[in-house]
């Protein structure tokens, strides 16, 4: 996204990206006024989810469903209060079929598709009860499309982090979703 948009457009936006590998919800929502808020971006991007998930059958230390919801609703309403006017994407969670995910895959998959339902009804709402469009990219959907053409292990090694034509997977995405805002 930011090499495209820089060479596109050079000098007119930058990039922060925040994302601390093996957060969940909760270590989001821990520094979001620091990492994000108190830098008053225009438009803010929340990929979130997977960990809440792999922390719970790894280590038994996820987040579940409910208090997802919960905790990423929250962050929202301080998201858009303390930044009214700020545009938002929202990415759904996404898992593959790799190393990291086989051992537990039918749970793997459920959970996050929990997860992915609660992100995706958080955007839906925020445009129906505050009229602010906020689009929700499902990129379970694009990996599970891309996968089909190939395999999983071309766009995540193991299952949980993109390959580089996995990042290039989502910044097309995210790119068509910006261009909208």
Known sequence: MASQLGAQEP??????N???????????????????IN??????????????VWHELGEHNGVDAPKFRRVYEGMLQEITHALPGVKLILL???????PATLENWDTFR???????????DLAKSYWEK??????CIDTQKLFDE????????????????????????????????????
């Open 92 to 98: 759904e969670p996404y898992v593959l079929q790799g």
């Open 11 to 16: 000098g007119r936006y930058e990039f922060l």
């Open 130 to 135: 505050q009229d602010l469009y906020i689009p």
């Open 110 to 120: 459920r959970e996050v598709d929990l997860r992915r339902e609660v992100v995706r």
């Open 39 to 52: 830098l008053r971006p225009d438009v803010i991007s929340i990929l979130i989810g997977v960990n809440d």
């Open 146 to 181: 891309a996968a089909a053409r190939s395999c999983p292990g071309v766009w995540s090694a193991d299952g949980v982090h993109p390959t580089p034509a996995g990042h290039w997977l989502l910044a097309q995405e995210w790119l068509r979703c910006f261009k909208e805002l």
């Open 18 to 36: 925040r994302g601390i590998s093996g957060n969940r919800v909760v270590d989001l929502d821990a520094r979001i006024k620091r990492d994000c």
